[in-house]
């Protein structure tokens, strides 16, 4: 059975005030703080995170949101926010939220009650009231690779237009002028639309809303929407897809209907992850600083912890785009 404060008091002989006063750092007598810190050593008395947050303390904790750990590249921002986070001293506390706002709205309530002291909202966070009801409270929050325009509050993402524009001229500079698009119903992924259909204008070609598509952000569906834009009378000669994983589901929905990579049909994802350094072939897609990313919006949270913070920065980084083999030159004779 773990030692209680009560035992720590009991056994270095004073009251329970006195060890409480110990534990925050209030002041007490020399001889007295030693008795305790010396009874809390011999029974290996460790303070509960919610005790030390009832009496007002800081729990070192950071509660960190994300949309899907199924995703590797979310999976890779887990882990680089939870290193960030255990080199300034914090724990961090990790919930799945799978783009649904009931489970943002009970996981963010759930960790108010363990009393974490701040928060990291990762991309596609979409319940904003959450965001409001905890900036309304005081609450410390970040955005990562997310922002919303009506809130003002520190956020860090990538410059998901230039990402969507860089991919699309790639491929129109390969000769592609039928692009289409898989993408996600998340605000980075509107904003790289917005940058492909830029770099339509910009070349002038005409942009054709039925080449835009929405996934639910599952492999399984993303294949499906491949395979419905490859089965069109006039299929496109490209894929963008607004993330890796559905890039290497549309390599999949392209071989099942015996086309090749890049040969017939080029095809770009997004984040760089592990799988499309490992895809067959090796997958043309968009870097985003990942390392710098989560380093930062850590840092810019403890800040706020730590009352540092004076004002809101929406911090916006440049992506690179990383040409593999999964893109090449358009052979469409009769190009629309």
Same mark, same amino acid.
């Given at each position: 059975?773990?030692p209680?404060?009560?035992?720590?008091?009991?056994k270095?002989?004073?009251?329970?005030a006195?060890?409480?006063?110990?534990?925050?750092?209030?002041?007490?007598g020399?001889? #007295? +703080?030693?008795?305790?810190?010396?009874?809390?050593?011999?029974?290996?008395?460790?303070?509960?995170?919610?005790?030390?947050?009832?009496?007002? *303390?800081?729990?070192?904790?950071?509660g960190?949101?994300?949309?899907?750990?199924?995703?590797?590249?979310?999976?890779?921002?887990?882990?680089?926010?939870?290193d960030?986070?255990?080199?300034?001293?914090?724990?961090?506390?990790?919930c799945?939220?799978?783009?649904?706002? *009931?489970?943002?709205?009970?996981?963010?309530?759930?960790?108010?009650?363990?009393?974490?002291?701040?928060?990291?909202?990762?991309?596609?966070?979409?319940?904003?009231?959450? /965001? +409001?009801?905890l900036?309304?409270?005081?609450?410390?929050?970040?955005?990562?690779?997310?922002?919303?325009?009506?809130?003002?509050v520190n956020?860090?993402?990538v410059?998901?237009?230039?990402?969507?524009?860089?991919?699309t001229?790639h491929?129109?500079?390969?000769g592609?002028?039928? /692009?289409?698009?898989?993408?996600?119903?998340?605000?980075?992924?509107?904003?790289?639309?917005?940058?492909?259909?830029?770099?339509?204008?910009d070349?002038?070609?005409?942009?054709?809303?039925?080449?835009?598509?929405?996934?639910?952000?599952?492999w399984e569906?993303?294949?499906?929407?491949?395979?419905?834009?490859?089965?069109?009378?006039e299929?496109?000669?490209?894929?963008?897809?607004?993330?890796?994983?559905?890039?290497?589901?549309?390599?999949?929905?392209?071989?099942?209907?015996?086309? #090749?990579?890049p040969?017939?049909?080029?095809?770009?994802?997004?984040?760089?992850?592990?799988?499309?350094?490992?895809?067959?072939?090796?997958?043309?897609?968009?870097?985003?600083?990942?390392?710098?990313?989560?380093?930062?919006?850590?840092?810019?949270?403890?800040?706020?912890?730590?009352? *540092?913070? *004076?004002t809101?920065?929406?911090?916006?980084?440049?992506?690179?785009?990383?040409?593999? +083999?999964?893109?090449?030159?358009?052979?469409?004779?009769?190009?629309?």
């Open positions: 059975m773990k209680t404060i009560y035992d720590v008091a009991k270095a002989g004073v009251s329970i006195t060890v409480s006063y110990v534990m925050n750092n209030q002041k007490v020399k001889k #007295s +703080k030693e008795k305790v810190l010396k009874a809390m050593k011999e029974l290996n008395y460790k303070p509960s995170v919610l005790a030390s947050a009832l009496t007002g *303390k800081r729990t070192s904790t950071i960190f949101l994300l949309p899907d750990l199924a995703n590797p590249f979310v999976a890779e921002m887990a882990r680089r926010v939870e960030r986070a255990h080199e300034r001293g914090f724990n961090l506390v990790i799945s939220t799978d783009f649904d706002t *009931k489970k943002e709205a009970l996981y963010t309530s759930l960790l108010r009650q363990k009393s974490v002291d701040g928060f990291i909202l990762a991309g596609g966070f979409k319940n904003v009231e959450v /965001i +409001k009801e900036l309304q409270e005081n609450i410390p929050v970040v955005l990562l690779a997310e922002s919303h325009s009506s809130i003002s956020s860090v993402k410059d998901d237009f230039a990402g969507g524009y860089e991919v001229s491929l129109i500079s390969l592609h002028e039928k /692009i289409a698009v898989i993408a996600e119903d998340v605000t980075s992924s509107q904003e790289r639309i917005r940058g492909y259909k830029q770099a339509l204008r070349k002038g070609l005409e942009i054709d809303e039925s080449m835009i598509v929405t996934s639910d952000s599952s569906d993303g294949k499906r929407l491949a395979g419905e834009l490859l089965d069109i009378s299929p496109p000669t490209a894929i963008f897809a607004c993330n890796d994983i559905l890039a290497i589901a549309s390599i999949f929905a392209a071989r099942e209907r015996k086309l #090749s990579i040969y017939d049909l080029s095809i770009v994802g997004f984040d760089n992850t592990l799988l499309s350094r490992s895809s067959d072939p090796p997958l043309t897609t968009v870097e985003q600083p990942i390392h710098d990313m989560c380093s930062r919006v850590v840092d810019f949270l403890i800040e706020e912890i730590e009352g *540092k913070s *004076k809101k920065q929406r911090i916006i980084m440049l992506p690179r785009l990383i040409i593999r +083999k999964s893109t090449g030159v358009c052979r469409l004779k009769n190009k629309v």
